[in-house]
């Protein structure tokens, strides 16, 4: 298991690429998937700019409180 000193320089390193993140949301317990560019991180929050079917962007927060992480796929660095 990851301590969270290492898991932000991990996150940090990934700040403008698109990753796909594994999390179990402590509230429902469903294991749930969001994919997006990453934009931000905090010790509260991870920021993540969604894309709709439309190709309209969302902003999504991740209470990282609220949430188990499992899994941080880095799909690459966004596209300009």
Do not use: F, P
Not at 10 to 15: C, P, Q
């Amino acid at each position: 298991m990851l301590g969270d000193d290492k898991l932000n320089k991990i996150l940090e390193s990934l700040v403008g690429h698109k990753i796909c993140i594994t999390h179990l949301d402590n509230q429902g317990g469903m294991l749930r998937e969001t994919s997006g560019v990453l934009v931000e991180i905090d010790k509260e929050l991870i920021v993540i700019e969604i894309y709709d079917n439309y190709g309209h962007k969302n902003i999504y927060h991740l209470n990282r409180k609220a949430c188990q992480l499992y899994s941080i796929t880095d799909e690459g660095k966004k596209k300009k």
